[in-house]
């Protein structure tokens, strides 16, 4: 039996790098008062298909979707965003206090064609922020970003910045847009050209490299900004520059969801090859009443945990086992009942002991307490026991001390424990 397609297993020898990847993002979160959410893996198929757009690739192509037993549509999560506003909105958060600051971390599933950076489970460490419309808190989530990939020795990426306006400046835009894309229409691809109607601005987003040649003209949001807009993606650019962030404003950053407003980023690496993106997010305000909220503002963004941990491995080099405190080498049915209460009561103390319980013989043990380089050994033989003298031996100074039975525990925590 093998994984399906897309899906794969994080090793124990992986897994390092992802601990040390929560590790530095929870604290962040912390210093910045977030708070952990956990969403479910399942929700209704509406929710993301009214929440990231009916005509988007995600919501057309890449979900999972199926029925249950019951003839319910559900769908495994693609993202985290929907889902947060969904459990803001039902539980009523907003009315006891309407800013709350969320972030998770999970899996996320799109079935897209799977390659180096691109899987079908990908992980995302996600956050979200309710009820602020000031851009302090668009400027404060790059630089959050921002610091956490400096903590993690980071320096390959590059922010790219846009607006993406309101609906007030939306219909201007449109417009300009919709002209635009009537004189390219011969070099559009079949999807773009469905999308005319549909939903135009998807039509940015297109991956085709034909398409995206044709389109390297079209009108940018940027140019179309209302006066609220503009000020608000200004306070962005300043406070930005005066945390000393380095950014550059990107007018075809589109981002591949519906419910963007205003602020859009990505986090990109030259380090992945074509899966450049390691962190995405943008400004939602229309999304929590468009869920059946109330008018609320909302910001978040997503890292690809995936990504970030495939930039790190170029980097980083992997820490070493943490080494045993103590090996038993219990021989003998009497001495490996004693040897293993010793190891249950060293284990609570925190001294990190193992024991082999399958009957090995000493020459064997030895090698097995070497194997999983133990600092010291304990060695309780029947003659140990019968003499009551049982050997302490460290394995780096070779120097051995006796210990009685009586006091053995107290006695090895009292050395062992540093
Ligand atoms: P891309 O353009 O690479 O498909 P996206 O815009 O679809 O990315 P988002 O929805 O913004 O991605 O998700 C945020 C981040 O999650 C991305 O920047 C990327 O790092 C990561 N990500 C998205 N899809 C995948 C995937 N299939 N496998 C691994 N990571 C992914
Ligand atoms: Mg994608």
Redesign the pocket.
């Known amino acids: 039996m093998q994984t399906i397609r897309g899906f794969r297993d994080i090793l124990p020898e992986q897994i390092w790098l992802w601990q040390k990847v929560e590790k530095e993002a929870t604290s962040l979160f912390e210093a910045f008062g977030f708070k952990e959410i956990r969403i479910p893996i399942l929700e209704k198929t509406q929710l993301f298909a009214r929440s990231i757009g009916e005509v988007t ?2 919501v057309e192509k890449e979900m999972y979707t199926f029925e249950d037993r019951k003839g319910d549509k559900l769908t495994l999560r693609p ?1 985290a965003t929907a889902s947060i506003v969904r459990s803001y909105i039902q539980h009523k958060m907003y009315a006891s206090d309407p800013v709350r600051k969320f972030f998770m971390i999970g899996p ?1 599933f ?1 079935r ?1 064609r799977p390659q180096k ?4 489970q ?1 992980y ?1 460490i996600d956050a979200e922020v309710f009820g602020i419309e000031s851009a302090y808190i668009d400027s404060q989530l790059i630089f959050l970003l921002n610091e956490l990939f400096k903590r993690l020795g980071l320096t390959e990426l590059s922010a790219h910045i846009n607006s993406l306006g309101c609906p007030e400046c939306r219909p201007s835009f449109q417009k300009a847009l919709l002209t635009f894309i009537e004189s390219k229409k011969d070099r559009l691809c079949e999807n773009c050209l469905r999308r005319i109607d549909k939903n135009p601005l998807r039509i940015l987003d297109c991956k085709i490299v034909d398409c995206k040649e044709a389109l390297k003209e079209a009108p940018a949001t940027l140019d179309h900004l209302c006066g609220d807009c503009t000020e608000h993606f200004d306070t962005v650019k300043t406070t930005l520059n005066q945390q000393g962030v380095d950014f550059t404003v990107d007018k075809s950053l589109v ?3 519906d419910y963007y407003t205003r602020t859009a980023w ?2 990109q690496t030259t380090t992945l090859g074509a ?6 997010g943008g400004r939602y305000d229309g999304l929590v009443k468009e869920l059946g909220g109330p008018q609320t503002p909302g910001i978040g963004f ?3 945990f ?3 941990v495939e930039v790190m491995e170029q980097i980083d080099k992997p820490l070493e086992d943490v080494p045993l405190d103590l090996f038993i080498i219990s021989l003998g049915d009497t001495a490996m009942e004693k040897g293993y209460h010793w190891s249950c009561q060293l284990n609570q103390a925190g001294i990190r002991t193992e024991m082999d319980f399958r009957g090995k013989s000493m020459k064997a043990l030895m090698k097995r307490a070497d194997k999983l380089n133990a600092q010291s050994v304990l060695i309780a033989g029947e003659n140990e026991l019968k003499e009551n003298a049982i050997i302490l031996r460290n394995m780096k100074t070779k120097e051995q001390v006796s210990l009685t039975v009586e006091t053995l525990v107290p006695e090895l925590i009292k050395i062992l424990k540093k």
Do not use: H, N, T, W
């Open positions: 690739d995600i993202e996320m799109r897209e950076g691109r899987y079908r990908f995302q981002r591949g969801l990505e986090i899966q450049s993106a390691v962190a995405g997503a890292i690809g995936d990504r970030l």
